[in-house]
């Protein structure tokens, strides 16, 4: 496995690769790997002949108030399961390299951020589209894999894919969970016991409500209002930010189901703060 | 000469030339071509393997009440044109292929659009960094040319193309005048006689006050209002829109002058919004 750091011999390297004619994946990540990074590499080996994988704590999409200091860094023990996995390239760019003192131009969609973690985090989609914008620049990958937890950012990445002409395919793999239901990240070590022991209640109660609409009930307002008892009933220490029912592509509320929907929410625990989310496809409802 | 209209046939072919190791340049334009575009396009021959040349008239950078409509168009004389430059591929996307209805993802450089053309085109910037970076994206150029004329919108290029590591290289060239001095522009054929008649002072202004500033002055007030005194004069059927003295790169404005400074305006005339330039260099006020 060849390790880059400079952004620039990322670029020659990649670029060299595909006028090759090699198909490249690219797996961007904030690094400290579990199952759920471990997966969209196994999905990304078996489906290019060069495997890339990113690994950069990106300061512009962490609000001055939130955990970049703390965000949990193991880069020897990240580079071992990199390795493990086949990956050809572990990109690690310094932060000083990736963004300069007067960086100024973004990358945003707007209409895609009006809602769900955006609220909480307004300048949050801008640094994730921008970064990942940057690594596809430097990394030319012909398809780049994300996970589906992170539903809003993936919703982004595509429309920026697609709007600005990159020659790259977005694929979305599922949410890898703990056995107990509790999404995958790198954020549950924050978790005190107590708090461990109420997070699967996040799915459980995802998936209740999924089960709600299997049995005919299409109205936003009554499914969130029985997942919202759910959570302070199973939850009692954590706050609910939001729960919310919206149309899995364009991320509008949706009052009431009538085709795909996506029912997404976010919970913070006083250490950590999670998101999880369900997909409602139109099949089970009929 | 080539004429390609599909973008994705134009990524294809401009991938394909990039990956034979060809230089390709690019110069972006709305057609209507007149001497200030045959410039870049000479330049252009001159600097690279394969010239590509862009023919968009981009309705994302008007705003509802300016002049996409009636902005000129002449394809047929503007191919002759390009194909006497020695232009390899004139691409000729549609809107429709440019934009999809939902388009949802931009790009913007935020701190670049506080002051000069921004201030009254508040969208304008991000119209144009959306589609250049579209279009830089589907011609992979080595190198692409703009006029220093809309300085702003060079300034926005370079810093996007920085930004997000674009592999290309932005090049600003001088301005091209009439014999009278005023700027090249598509919008002078806006101009009644009498406008036309007045049009050339916009340039005889900036000139004089780089003049002052030759013999000593760098007070920004003194100079903008000596400009101001000098336009009421001279052009009686225009209004002056700005008149700003800014840092070259980071387009802030600037009260004294100590290093070098851009001078950059914006006049109304009744019928057509004309900008012009000019550069105060450091050395000429030693």
């Not at 599922?174 to 005190?192: F, H, K, T, W």
């Not at 009692?236 to 009431?256: G, I, N, R, T």
């Not at 496809?281 to 009929?286: G, Y």
Request: aromatic letters at 6%; a negative charge.
């Amino acid at each position: 496995m060849r390790c880059i750091i400079e952004p620039r011999e990322m670029q020659v390297w990649s670029t060299q690769k595909r006028c090759q004619g090699k198909t490249l994946a690219l797996v961007p990540t904030m690094g400290y790997f579990h199952e759920g990074h471990l997966a969209l590499m196994r999905w990304a080996r078996e489906h290019c002949d060069v495997l890339m994988v990113s690994l950069f704590v990106n300061p512009t999409q962490f609000a001055p108030h939130e955990d970049l200091k703390a965000y949990p860094r193991d880069l020897p023990r990240d580079a071992e399961l990199a390795r493990e996995q086949g990956v050809d390239v572990l990109f690690t760019p310094t932060p000083e390299s990736m963004f300069s003192k007067d960086h100024a131009a973004w990358v945003e969609a707007p209409s895609l951020c009006r809602g769900l973690c955006a609220v909480q985090r307004p300048t949050h989609f801008r640094g994730v589209a921008t970064v990942v914008a940057k690594l596809f620049l430097l990394t030319s990958p012909t398809l780049a894999v994300f996970g589906e937890k992170d539903w809003q950012q993936l919703a982004v990445i595509r429309t920026m894919a697609r709007d600005l002409n990159m020659p790259v395919e977005i694929i979305g793999r599922p949410i890898v969970r703990e056995a107990d239901g509790l999404a995958m990240s790198s954020r549950n070590i924050y978790l005190s016991p107590e708090e461990r022991a109420q997070a699967p209640f996040i799915h459980q109660g995802l998936q209740q409500i999924r089960g709600l609409t299997e049995q005919g009930e299409t109205d936003a307002n009554i499914l969130l209002a029985a997942l919202g008892e759910m959570y302070q009933r199973t939850m009692p220490l954590a706050a609910v930010e939001y729960m919310s029912l919206v149309d899995p592509e364009q991320l509008f509320p949706l009052e009431e189901i009538q085709g795909p929907a996506l029912l997404a929410v976010a919970v913070r625990f006083k250490t950590a703060r999670l998101i999880d989310n369900i997909l409602i496809p139109v099949e089970e409802r009929l």
